[in-house]
T-cell receptor, first 112, second 113 residues
């Protein structure tokens, strides 16, 4: 089983819909991150959380919200999806702050 | 100017070639350097990481950091078709408490049999 699991793997939806992407991990890590990946732009940080009560905005948080339901679960929501949010979304985890981040296999999201 | 620049390629080489992948950066506070490999429809997978200038070797892979030039490289010896993937460099400022990584755009590598 994967250490970092993202669901769904693929999603196609319409403009204006609310969408939730889920991430769960079995690595026992406190730190969890959400990134989006766009061609030519690499990965950019949306939100990050150091524990259940500590959630922080990344560089591109507008239009997104998150929920840390438990140490192992971190969800990303798009309250009203728009086409330029079409991208690959990745969840990552890390142990101590200076340890490497480990990624899930991503959610491919298309907004029509 | 982006903080981290990486030639997107694509880079195509014959099997057995030595591959050099490179990134330049502008923030002299970056002290932690990583290389990730990403296969199609998969998440980035950590290949190597280093904190210091110089070379770090792991099998066919060598990571090189030159802080004075703000330049990092990943060398792949005896490249194999299974090395075909996108390679992402990433780095961060260790004095920052966010854990935020700054990624290059990724270089797509194809190794032809």
């Amino acid at each position: 089983d994967a250490d970092v699991t993202q669901t769904p793997r693929n999603r196609i939806t319409k403009t204006g819909k609310r969408i939730m992407l889920e991430c769960s991990q079995t690595k026992g890590h406190d730190r969890m991150y959400w990134y989006r990946q766009d061609p030519g732009l690499g990965l950019r940080l949306i939100y990050y959380s150091f524990d259940v009560k500590d959630i922080n905005k990344g560089e591109i948080s507008d239009g997104y919200s998150v929920s840390r339901q438990a140490q192992a679960k971190f969800s990303l929501s798009l309250e009203s999806a728009i086409p330029n949010q079409t991208a690959l979304y990745f969840c990552a985890t890390s142990g101590q702050i200076n340890q490497p981040q480990h990624f899930g296999d991503g959610t491919r999201l298309s907004i029509l | 100017q982006k903080e981290v620049e990486q030639d997107p390629g694509p880079l195509s080489v014959p099997e057995g070639a030595i591959v050099s992948l490179n990134c330049t950066y502008s923030n002299s506070a970056f002290q932690y350097f990583m290389w990730y490999r990403q296969y199609s429809r998969k998440g980035p997978e950590l290949l190597m990481y280093t904190y210091s200038s110089g070379n770090k070797e792991d099998g066919r892979f060598t990571a090189q950091v030159d802080k004075s030039s703000k330049y990092i490289s990943l060398f792949i010896r005896d490249s194999q078709p299974s090395d075909s993937a996108t390679y992402l460099c990433a780095m961060r400022d260790l004095s920052s408490n966010t854990g935020k990584l700054i990624f290059g755009q990724g270089t797509t590598l194809q190794v032809k049999p």
